[in-house]
C-alpha cells in the first residue's frame, strides 16, 4: 500500500506545523498560551507522549517557552525574528538549529534534574514533566537521568521533598498550640499554592516519604506534645488532610483555565443566568438569599480561611476538655 506524504508524517509533526501556523497568522501573539499538553491530547487525539514531543519541538524552534505559574507561552520575538509569512511558509517540520552542548554525566546532578522537573511541573502540571521531557529540557538524552533518579516515581517523590523544603519554619516558632498548628498549617497551604501539583503527590492513606514535609508536620504539633500520642498523629493528619483536600481544586483549576483561557470567575459569571434560573424555582432558598450579595467573596482562600479557624476551635474544645 502506499501512503501519501501527508498520511507518513508523523502526528507530532502535524500539531507543530498547525501551533506554528497559528503564531504565524496572529492567532497566538508573544505572550499567549498555547494548548498544555492535556489540551493538544483531547483537541488533535493523540497520546500524551506525542503531545510533549510537540511542545519540546516548539520550544528547541524558539516559538513557545515555559513559564512557572502561568504554561507554555508564544515567546517574544526579537529583532532579527522571521516575519510571521516567512515562518506561514516554512514546512511543518522541526528547524534544525544549534543546540548546547550537552552536559557530560559529571555535569548532570539530581539536583539538576529535579529543579528542572519542578519548574516544568509548576507551569504544565504534574503530568508533564515526564523524563523524556526533563531531559529535553536540560538537553540529555533520556537514558542519562536514569544514572541519577530511578524513574519518574521516584522522581515526583524527590520533587516533593524539594518543595516541601522552600518552607521556613520560623524559630522558636509561637509558643501557644493554637498559634503555632495555625502557621504550620498556612505553611502548608502556601507550598500548594506555589506548587499545585503537589497536592496530587501527598496522600493521607498512602503517604509518600517526604522527610521536609514531615519537618513541617512536626514542627507544627510541637506545642501539642502533651496529648496522648494517638490523639497528637490524628491531630496532626487532620490538619494536613484539610490543607491537602483544599489544595486538589488548584490543579485542577489551573489545567481547566489553561485549557479553555477562561478563568473560575468568567465561567462562574458565564452560568449566572442559569445559576438564577435554578434557584428562581424556590426549592433552593439558601442560594436564593445569596442573590444579589455582591459583597460575598468565594474562593479557595476564603474557603481554606474559614474552614481552618473552624478546625482549631475544634480542636481547642478537644484539647482544653
Given at each position: 500500500?502506499?501512503?501519501?506524504?501527508?498520511?507518513a508524517e508523523p502526528p507530532y509533526l502535524r500539531i507543530v506545523g498547525e501551533i506554528r501556523r497559528r503564531i504565524a497568522a496572529g492567532e497566538l501573539a508573544p505572550g499567549d498560551r498555547v494548548p498544555s499538553t492535556r489540551g493538544i491530547t483531547q483537541e488533535?487525539?493523540?497520546?500524551?507522549?506525542?503531545?510533549?514531543?510537540?511542545?519540546?519541538?516548539l520550544r528547541q524552534e524558539g516559538l513557545v517557552q515555559a513559564l512557572a505559574g502561568i504554561g507554555t507561552v508564544v515567546a517574544e520575538r526579537g529583532p532579527?525574528?522571521?516575519?510571521?509569512?516567512?515562518?506561514?511558509?516554512?514546512?511543518?517540520?522541526?528547524?534544525?538549529?544549534?543546540?548546547?552542548?550537552?552536559?557530560s554525566d559529571g555535569e548532570l546532578t539530581r539536583e539538576r534534574i529535579v529543579l528542572a522537573a519542578i519548574a516544568i511541573a509548576d507551569a504544565e502540571?504534574?503530568?508533564?514533566?515526564?523524563?523524556?521531557?526533563?531531559?529535553?529540557?536540560?538537553?540529555?538524552?533520556?537514558?542519562?537521568?536514569?544514572?541519577?533518579?530511578?524513574g519518574k516515581d521516584e522522581l515526583v517523590v524527590l520533587m516533593a521533598d524539594e518543595a516541601a523544603g522552600r518552607a521556613e519554619l520560623p524559630e522558636p516558632g509561637p509558643s501557644g498550640w493554637r498559634d503555632r498548628l495555625e502557621q504550620g498549617t498556612r505553611l502548608q497551604w502556601e507550598m500548594y499554592r506555589r506548587h499545585p501539583w503537589l497536592a496530587q503527590v501527598m496522600s493521607t492513606t498512602r503517604p509518600p516519604l517526604v522527610p521536609n514535609a514531615m519537618a513541617v508536620v512536626e514542627w507544627s504539633m510541637r506545642a501539642l506534645d502533651h496529648l496522648d500520642p494517638a490523639d497528637m498523629i490524628h491531630v496532626a493528619v487532620t490538619m494536613v488532610n484539610y490543607a491537602r483536600?483544599?489544595?486538589?481544586?488548584?490543579?485542577?483549576?489551573?489545567?481547566?483555565?489553561?485549557?479553555?483561557?477562561?478563568?473560575?470567575?468568567?465561567?462562574?459569571?458565564?452560568?449566572?443566568a442559569a445559576m438564577r434560573a435554578i434557584v428562581a424555582s424556590g426549592r433552593f432558598p439558601m442560594y436564593s438569599?445569596?442573590?444579589?450579595?455582591?459583597?460575598?467573596?468565594?474562593?479557595?482562600?476564603?474557603?481554606?480561611?474559614?474552614?481552618?479557624?473552624?478546625?482549631?476551635?475544634?480542636i481547642e474544645v478537644f484539647v482544653t476538655r
Open positions: 500500500m502506499i501512503r501519501s506524504a501527508a498520511s488533535f487525539g493523540v497520546a500524551m507522549a506525542t503531545a510533549t514531543k510537540a511542545l519540546t519541538t532579527h525574528s522571521s516575519p510571521p509569512a516567512a515562518r506561514a511558509a516554512q514546512p511543518a517540520r522541526p528547524v534544525r538549529q544549534p543546540r548546547p552542548a550537552r552536559p502540571g504534574l503530568q508533564a514533566a515526564s523524563m523524556r521531557r526533563v531531559a529535553a529540557e536540560l538537553g540529555v538524552a533520556a537514558m542519562a537521568l536514569y544514572r541519577h533518579v530511578p483536600g483544599t489544595a486538589v481544586n488548584l490543579e485542577a483549576e489551573a489545567e481547566a483555565e489553561h485549557a479553555t483561557g477562561i478563568t473560575s470567575q468568567q465561567y462562574l459569571d458565564a452560568n449566572d438569599s445569596l442573590a444579589g450579595r455582591h459583597d460575598l467573596e468565594i474562593s479557595l482562600d476564603t474557603i481554606f480561611e474559614f474552614g481552618l479557624r473552624r478546625l482549631l476551635d475544634g
